[in-house]
Structure formats: structure tokens, C-alpha cells
């Protein structure tokens, strides 16, 4: 299968979060999105918004910076946002649930290079990298799995 790419430019936070709002819909049980960037690029931000845009009563939506997993509810799915910056093992992976989140719920997962062979196969991988000066952010968005393809074609066109 062949890998497939585009590159998002936002501005500014506002528009991180439309962009996660504009992928949310799109995302169901089963789906797997990997952020990668360094600290302060906005991973957290924008699964928050994601995640927001997903529940019926947005509720504060913590890092998992300390905790590694918080879970969400929303109608037909459950959430798992993950960071694992702080892992300190890579069986905690199986420990934490998550190779079984990754079949039964929709994952956000930051710093998924601690993943290693637990890393899912067909997931959509962003990486972030932005301007420490100003809120322009460069999301390059990839995916194996045609699933993405679809799933994306509205956010790629700005349809979504």
C-alpha cells in the first residue's frame, strides 16, 4: 500500500482548533490519529478541540501529560487521549489498555515514537512544527490505509 501526504498551514490557535473540529466528524471506533511535535507545538491543543468538538457538555479536558490515558464518552465511541512522554516502559503500553483501545475506541495519541511495535498499523500520523515566534503551525498529515483517503477528503479540499 502506498503512503500519502498533505501539509496544512494554521495561523493560529483558532485555526488549529478548526482544524481538529473539522476532523473530528470524520473520526469513529477503531481510528487511530498519532501527533507528533515537539513540546509546544500544539499536540494537546489540538486534541482538546477535537475532543470537545465530540462531547454533548464540553468538560475540561486535561493533559494526560501525568496520568498517560484520559478517556472521553460521546455518543458511539469512546475517546482515549494519550501522552506518552512520560512512559517509562514500553509494556505499560498493554498495562494502559491501549492495544485494545486501538480496536475499540478512537485514540489521540502523543509522542507515538514510544509506541514502537505496538504502533498500529493504519493509523494517521500528524506531525507538527511551528514557528516559536508566532502561532503558524505546518500539520503534514500521512496515511497507508485508504480509509484515510476518504475520511480526509473533506478536510483536505475545506470542505469539511
Known amino acids: 500500500m ?7 498551514t494554521t495561523r493560529s490557535s483558532y485555526e ?4 481538529a473540529q473539522r476532523l473530528a466528524p ?6 487511530v490519529v498519532l501527533l507528533t511535535g515537539e ?5 494537546t491543543h489540538f486534541a482538546r478541540c477535537l475532543i470537545r468538538s465530540l462531547m454533548d457538555v464540553p468538560e475540561d479536558i486535561p493533559s494526560p501529560t501525568f496520568t498517560l490515558v ?24 498493554e498495562e494502559l489498555g491501549l492495544t485494545e483501545a486501538f480496536q475499540s475506541a478512537v ?23 511551528g514557528n ?8 503534514l498529515l500521512e496515511w497507508q490505509n485508504t480509509k484515510w483517503t476518504t475520511k480526509l477528503e473533506g478536510l483536505l479540499n475545506g470542505s469539511a
Open 107 to 129: 485514540c489521540l495519541i502523543e509522542w507515538p515514537d514510544r509506541l514502537g511495535p505496538f504502533t498500529p498499523e493504519g493509523a494517521l500520523h500528524i506531525s507538527i512544527s
Open 39 to 43: 513540546i509546544g507545538t500544539g499536540k
Open 2 to 8: 502506498s503512503a500519502s501526504s498533505y501539509t496544512i
Open 16 to 19: 488549529t482548533c478548526k482544524l
Open 26 to 31: 470524520q473520526l469513529q471506533m477503531g481510528d
Open 70 to 93: 484520559q478517556t472521553y464518552e460521546t455518543k458511539g465511541f469512546e475517546i482515549w487521549h494519550s501522552d506518552l512522554y512520560r512512559l517509562s516502559d514500553i509494556y505499560e503500553i
Open 132 to 139: 516559536a515566534q508566532n502561532d503558524t503551525r505546518d500539520w
